[in-house]
Protein backbone atom coordinates (compact mmCIF):
# COMPACT_ATOMS: atom_id res chain seq x y z
CA UNK A 1 0.00 0.00 0.00
CA UNK A 2 1.70 3.80 -0.75
CA UNK A 3 0.49 6.96 -0.05
CA UNK A 4 1.72 9.58 -2.31
CA UNK A 5 0.61 12.30 -0.88
CA UNK A 6 2.28 11.42 2.23
CA UNK A 7 5.53 9.92 1.00
CA UNK A 8 5.22 6.52 3.49
CA UNK A 9 5.27 3.40 1.34
CA UNK A 10 3.65 0.36 3.01
CA UNK A 11 3.60 -3.22 1.80
CA UNK A 12 2.81 -6.60 4.16
CA UNK A 13 4.81 -9.59 2.62
CA UNK A 14 4.24 -12.94 2.79
CA UNK A 15 6.84 -13.62 5.53
CA UNK A 16 5.24 -11.82 8.13
CA UNK A 17 7.11 -8.59 7.44
CA UNK A 18 5.79 -4.83 7.08
CA UNK A 19 7.96 -2.80 5.19
CA UNK A 20 7.55 0.65 6.31
CA UNK A 21 9.66 3.04 3.94
CA UNK A 22 10.09 7.28 3.95
CA UNK A 23 9.78 8.35 0.57
CA UNK A 24 10.55 11.98 0.61
CA UNK A 25 14.09 12.47 -0.04
CA UNK A 26 13.74 16.13 -1.78
CA UNK A 27 13.31 17.23 1.90
CA UNK A 28 15.55 15.31 3.55
CA UNK A 29 12.92 12.37 4.53
CA UNK A 30 11.24 15.09 7.17
CA UNK A 31 8.05 14.36 7.94
CA UNK A 32 4.87 16.96 7.29
CA UNK A 33 1.82 16.61 9.64
CA UNK A 34 0.64 14.13 6.84
CA UNK A 35 3.33 12.06 6.43
CA UNK A 36 3.98 11.72 10.44
CA UNK A 37 0.32 10.54 10.62
CA UNK A 38 0.29 8.30 7.54
CA UNK A 39 3.44 6.67 9.28
CA UNK A 40 1.65 6.86 12.78
CA UNK A 41 -1.38 4.86 10.96
CA UNK A 42 1.44 2.22 9.88
CA UNK A 43 2.45 0.92 13.09
CA UNK A 44 -0.67 1.37 14.38
CA UNK A 45 -2.01 -1.24 11.62
CA UNK A 46 1.33 -3.62 11.83
CA UNK A 47 0.44 -3.80 15.66
CA UNK A 48 -3.22 -4.50 14.94
CA UNK A 49 -2.96 -7.03 11.72
CA UNK A 50 -2.39 -10.64 13.03
CA UNK A 51 0.00 -11.51 9.74
CA UNK A 52 1.91 -8.97 10.67
CA UNK A 53 5.18 -10.76 12.90
CA UNK A 54 7.93 -8.17 12.51
CA UNK A 55 8.16 -4.65 10.93
CA UNK A 56 11.05 -3.10 8.74
CA UNK A 57 11.82 0.56 8.67
CA UNK A 58 13.64 2.07 6.63
CA UNK A 59 14.19 5.95 3.94
CA UNK A 60 15.23 6.58 0.48
CA UNK A 61 17.76 8.99 -1.01
CA UNK A 62 21.04 7.32 0.99
CA UNK A 63 21.81 10.73 2.59
CA UNK A 64 19.06 11.45 5.26
CA UNK A 65 16.68 8.95 6.96
CA UNK A 66 14.46 11.27 8.35
CA UNK A 67 15.19 15.37 9.53
CA UNK A 68 12.45 15.50 12.31
CA UNK A 69 9.56 18.31 11.46
CA UNK A 70 11.27 19.72 8.67
CA UNK A 71 10.40 23.10 9.90
CA UNK A 72 11.42 24.75 6.89
CA UNK A 73 9.45 23.08 4.44
CA UNK A 74 6.23 23.88 6.91
CA UNK A 75 3.62 26.17 5.39
CA UNK A 76 2.91 28.79 7.33
CA UNK A 77 0.40 27.68 10.31
CA UNK A 78 0.74 24.32 9.91
CA UNK A 79 2.37 23.27 13.32
CA UNK A 80 2.31 25.85 16.35
CA UNK A 81 5.98 26.41 15.95
CA UNK A 82 5.31 28.59 12.91
CA UNK A 83 2.95 30.53 14.51
CA UNK A 84 3.77 33.85 16.77
CA UNK A 85 3.98 33.54 20.45
CA UNK A 86 1.37 35.90 20.24
CA UNK A 87 -1.24 33.95 18.51
CA UNK A 88 -0.87 30.67 20.64
CA UNK A 89 -3.39 29.73 23.18
CA UNK A 90 -1.55 27.87 26.45
CA UNK A 91 -1.70 24.43 25.36
CA UNK A 92 -1.61 24.46 21.74
CA UNK A 93 2.01 23.38 21.69
CA UNK A 94 1.47 20.59 24.46
CA UNK A 95 -1.43 18.87 21.98
CA UNK A 96 0.39 19.25 19.15
CA UNK A 97 3.18 17.48 20.47
CA UNK A 98 0.69 15.18 22.19
CA UNK A 99 -0.90 14.33 19.10
CA UNK A 100 2.17 14.28 16.51
CA UNK A 101 5.73 13.07 17.36
CA UNK A 102 4.68 12.11 20.81
CA UNK A 103 2.17 9.72 19.48
CA UNK A 104 4.50 8.71 16.10
CA UNK A 105 7.05 7.22 18.47
CA UNK A 106 4.45 5.72 21.36
CA UNK A 107 2.78 3.73 18.45
CA UNK A 108 6.52 2.16 17.38
CA UNK A 109 7.05 1.71 20.98
CA UNK A 110 3.76 0.55 21.56
CA UNK A 111 3.27 -1.84 18.80
CA UNK A 112 3.41 -5.61 19.95
CA UNK A 113 5.96 -6.20 16.93
CA UNK A 114 9.51 -6.49 16.69
CA UNK A 115 10.77 -3.16 14.91
CA UNK A 116 14.02 -3.53 13.12
CA UNK A 117 14.94 0.26 11.70
CA UNK A 118 18.00 0.49 8.76
CA UNK A 119 19.21 3.72 9.24
CA UNK A 120 21.66 4.92 5.98
CA UNK A 121 21.82 8.39 6.42
CA UNK A 122 21.31 11.02 8.91
CA UNK A 123 18.63 11.15 12.20
CA UNK A 124 18.13 14.43 13.29
CA UNK A 125 15.94 15.95 16.29
CA UNK A 126 12.69 14.20 15.85
CA UNK A 127 14.19 11.81 13.65
CA UNK A 128 16.45 10.61 15.89
CA UNK A 129 13.78 9.58 18.53
CA UNK A 130 12.17 7.94 15.29
CA UNK A 131 15.21 5.56 15.16
CA UNK A 132 15.76 5.40 19.47
CA UNK A 133 12.39 3.78 19.37
CA UNK A 134 12.61 1.11 17.35
CA UNK A 135 14.13 -2.28 18.68
CA UNK A 136 16.79 -3.00 16.68
CA UNK A 137 19.04 -0.85 14.56
CA UNK A 138 21.52 -1.47 11.99
CA UNK A 139 23.42 1.87 10.83
CA UNK A 140 25.62 2.67 7.94
CA UNK A 141 28.91 3.81 8.49
CA UNK A 142 28.05 6.19 7.05
CA UNK A 143 25.28 7.15 8.57
CA UNK A 144 24.83 9.93 12.03
CA UNK A 145 22.48 10.85 14.43
CA UNK A 146 22.13 14.64 15.79
CA UNK A 147 19.93 15.77 18.53
CA UNK A 148 19.82 19.61 16.69
CA UNK A 149 17.09 20.73 19.15
CA UNK A 150 19.85 22.66 21.06
CA UNK A 151 20.68 24.49 18.21
CA UNK A 152 17.61 25.67 17.39
CA UNK A 153 16.82 26.71 21.25
CA UNK A 154 14.24 23.83 21.13
CA UNK A 155 13.57 21.87 24.10
CA UNK A 156 14.01 18.42 23.61
CA UNK A 157 11.17 16.96 22.52
CA UNK A 158 9.77 13.22 20.48
CA UNK A 159 10.33 11.36 23.80
CA UNK A 160 14.20 12.10 23.31
CA UNK A 161 14.85 12.67 26.72
CA UNK A 162 13.06 9.72 27.86
CA UNK A 163 15.00 7.41 25.58
CA UNK A 164 18.07 8.56 25.50
CA UNK A 165 18.43 8.45 29.25
CA UNK A 166 17.30 4.68 29.31
CA UNK A 167 19.54 3.94 26.48
CA UNK A 168 23.04 5.44 27.39
CA UNK A 169 22.30 7.14 30.69
CA UNK A 170 22.03 10.30 32.71
CA UNK A 171 25.55 11.55 31.72
CA UNK A 172 25.93 10.81 28.27
CA UNK A 173 21.84 11.67 27.28
CA UNK A 174 23.07 15.32 28.90
CA UNK A 175 26.30 15.66 27.02
CA UNK A 176 24.25 14.76 23.56
CA UNK A 177 21.28 17.16 24.09
CA UNK A 178 22.94 19.45 25.36
CA UNK A 179 25.71 19.96 23.12
CA UNK A 180 23.93 18.98 19.94
CA UNK A 181 26.99 17.26 18.69
CA UNK A 182 26.83 14.66 15.89
CA UNK A 183 26.95 11.18 16.65
CA UNK A 184 29.09 8.73 14.28
CA UNK A 185 27.80 5.07 13.28
CA UNK A 186 30.81 3.55 15.40
CA UNK A 187 30.11 5.60 18.60
CA UNK A 188 26.79 4.98 18.27
CA UNK A 189 27.28 1.50 18.24
CA UNK A 190 29.66 1.67 21.04
CA UNK A 191 26.97 3.61 23.23
CA UNK A 192 24.16 1.32 22.35
CA UNK A 193 22.23 2.99 20.19
CA UNK A 194 23.04 0.90 17.17
CA UNK A 195 22.86 -2.96 17.33
CA UNK A 196 24.94 -3.11 14.05
CA UNK A 197 27.04 -1.24 12.11
CA UNK A 198 27.57 -1.70 8.21
CA UNK A 199 29.00 -0.88 4.73
CA UNK A 200 26.63 1.32 3.47
CA UNK A 201 25.17 -0.63 0.62
CA UNK A 202 24.66 -4.11 3.03
CA UNK A 203 22.19 -2.23 5.53
CA UNK A 204 18.94 -2.44 4.37
CA UNK A 205 19.91 -6.06 3.47
CA UNK A 206 21.37 -6.45 7.50
CA UNK A 207 18.23 -4.73 8.80
CA UNK A 208 15.65 -7.46 6.14
CA UNK A 209 17.06 -10.22 7.41
CA UNK A 210 16.80 -9.54 11.11
CA UNK A 211 13.16 -8.83 10.12
CA UNK A 212 12.89 -12.02 8.61
CA UNK A 213 14.05 -13.99 11.14
CA UNK A 214 11.95 -11.97 14.14
CA UNK A 215 8.68 -12.41 11.77
CA UNK A 216 9.73 -16.24 12.27
CA UNK A 217 10.32 -16.04 15.62
CA UNK A 218 7.84 -16.76 18.39
CA UNK A 219 5.05 -13.61 17.95
CA UNK A 220 3.36 -14.06 21.56
CA UNK A 221 6.75 -14.40 23.19
CA UNK A 222 8.46 -11.67 21.88
CA UNK A 223 6.09 -9.03 22.05
CA UNK A 224 5.61 -10.40 25.64
CA UNK A 225 9.27 -9.87 25.77
CA UNK A 226 9.14 -6.33 24.26
CA UNK A 227 6.49 -5.21 26.90
CA UNK A 228 8.93 -6.19 29.75
CA UNK A 229 11.97 -4.87 28.66
CA UNK A 230 9.67 -1.47 27.70
CA UNK A 231 8.71 -1.10 31.75
CA UNK A 232 11.94 -2.87 33.20
CA UNK A 233 13.75 0.77 34.14
CA UNK A 234 10.40 1.82 36.10
CA UNK A 235 10.07 -1.14 37.47
CA UNK A 236 10.85 -2.08 40.61
CA UNK A 237 12.35 -5.87 41.50
CA UNK A 238 8.57 -7.19 42.84
CA UNK A 239 6.66 -5.58 40.05
CA UNK A 240 9.21 -6.56 37.39
CA UNK A 241 9.21 -10.38 38.69
CA UNK A 242 5.33 -10.37 39.14
CA UNK A 243 5.28 -9.63 35.80
CA UNK A 244 7.64 -11.54 34.41
CA UNK A 245 5.84 -14.35 35.59
CA UNK A 246 2.17 -13.82 34.04
CA UNK A 247 3.61 -13.08 30.79
CA UNK A 248 5.62 -16.31 31.36
CA UNK A 249 1.74 -17.89 32.03
CA UNK A 250 0.31 -16.52 29.28
CA UNK A 251 3.06 -17.66 26.76
CA UNK A 252 3.18 -21.04 28.67
CA UNK A 253 -0.52 -21.47 26.93
CA UNK A 254 0.91 -20.52 23.78
CA UNK A 255 1.25 -23.38 20.06
CA UNK A 256 4.76 -21.63 19.44
CA UNK A 257 6.05 -22.52 22.96
CA UNK A 258 5.09 -26.31 22.26
CA UNK A 259 6.37 -26.46 18.91
CA UNK A 260 9.80 -25.07 20.66
CA UNK A 261 10.28 -27.93 23.02
CA UNK A 262 9.11 -30.63 20.61
CA UNK A 263 11.87 -29.11 18.10
CA UNK A 264 14.44 -29.37 21.17
CA UNK A 265 13.20 -32.78 21.74
CA UNK A 266 13.50 -34.11 18.19
CA UNK A 267 16.69 -32.23 17.25
CA UNK A 268 15.63 -29.70 14.47
CA UNK A 269 14.67 -26.43 13.87
CA UNK A 270 11.41 -25.13 15.20
CA UNK A 271 8.43 -23.97 13.19
CA UNK A 272 6.89 -21.01 14.72
CA UNK A 273 3.60 -19.70 13.76
CA UNK A 274 3.40 -16.84 15.80
CA UNK A 275 0.36 -17.70 18.14
Same mark, same amino acid.
Given at each position: ?????????????????????????????????????????????????????????????????????????????????????????????????????????????????????????????????????????????????????????????????????????? *???? +?????? %?? /????????? =? $? &????????????????????????????????????????????? *???? +?????? %?? /????????? =? $? &??????????????
Amino acid at each position: MSNEASGIVVAVGDDGVQRITIDRPDVGNSLSPLARHALTEAFTRANDHPQVRAVLLTATGGRHFCTGAGLAQQPAGSESQSRPVADKRTGDVARLLEQGWQRLVASVLDCDKPVVGAVTGTAAGAGASLVLACDLVVMSTEAKLVETFVHRGILPDSGAIHLLTRIVGL *RRAT +ELLMLG %EP /VDAATCERL =G $L &ANRVTAPDDTDAVAEQLAVRLAAGPTVMLALTKRLLSVSSESDRH *RAFE +EEAWAQ %EL /VSRTADLGE =G $L &AAFAERRKPKFRGR
